[in-house]
């Protein structure tokens, strides 16, 4: 299947750079292309997109974006930490991206897009050089095949089952976010949003709740309960399960009626 996939991409970026050279053919093919694509020039000013841009990304105009957009200098490509390998197209490479996840909030804080009730988008993306007849770059493309476009609180539960899955690892805000299909940023905002507590509260909470559920086991200690929850027995983890549940560890077995 992927080879399939592949052979889909390269043949595409072969046909883009013959239609280069044919210009009016070529502004046809893009208007009409049924995946939003758009071209670039070598600076990274996007020179032209395609109705399918507009209507599936959200862009508002044209004019809003055309000669005003810098895909290098695009905060989200760099968050995502892929700017380097998207510069890769400037060598003459052709780039592809893979579930590139951007966060449609932060499109509409940086760029002008219209507001609508999503919150990511994910795509992959396949961007080529386009090379003039004496060979070179003058400018590039990049397609877009949006896998899936994310709308309400689905994502907060994949970031709850990555949380309630990896409990026992130190807290990792990206990697959680990551599991979200969303950026930190975003991701935090609409987590509390819905939940009422951060993500780190959230980890904090689960992970004392399954503390507890160890403490009742009268085959352990308090020790070894926290180590069964890969936490250290110690006056700062004593002082963190005392203020999530009012007691201390000792205190909370005498409740239960575990000396």
Not at 13 to 30: G, P
Not at 228 to 236: L, P, Q, S
Request: aromatic fraction near 12%; hydrophobic fraction near 40%; include cysteine.
């Amino acid at each position: 299947m992927k080879d399939q996939i592949d052979d889909v991409q390269r043949g595409l970026t072969e046909s883009f750079q013959l239609l280069f050279k044919e210009e009016d053919l070529l502004a046809k093919v893009i208007e009409f292309f049924p995946y939003p694509i758009q071209i670039f020039s070598f600076d990274g000013i996007a020179r032209m997109i395609n109705k399918a841009t507009l209507d599936m990304i959200g862009i508002k105009s044209v004019e809003s974006h055309v000669g005003k957009y810098n895909a290098f200098e695009d905060p989200i490509i760099r968050e995502l930490g892929v700017m380097d390998q998207l510069k890769q197209v400037l060598t003459g490479k052709t780039v592809y991206l893979t579930d590139f996840n951007a966060s449609y909030q932060d499109m509409i804080k940086y760029f002008n897009v219209e507001d609508r009730d999503i919150q990511t988008i994910s795509s992959d993306i396949t961007i080529f050089p386009l090379v003039n007849a004496n060979g070179a770059i003058e400018y590039f493309a990049a397609v877009f095949i949006i896998r899936k476009i994310y709308q309400g609180k689905e994502e907060i539960g994949w970031g709850k089952q990555y949380i309630e899955t990896h409990w026992q690892e130190p807290f990792d805000l990206r990697k959680t976010a990551i599991a979200a299909c969303l950026s930190k940023t975003y991701f935090t905002k609409l987590f509390r949003k819905h939940t009422g507590v951060t993500p780190h509260e959230y980890y904090t909470n689960y992970k004392i709740s399954r503390l507890k559920e160890k403490l009742l086991d009268t085959n352990l200690s308090i020790a070894q309960a926290f180590a069964a929850c890969n936490m250290d027995y110690n006056g700062h983890s004593a002082r963190v399960f005392k203020e999530k549940t009012g007691l201390s560890p000792s205190a909370y077995r005498k409740t239960i009626g575990i000396e």
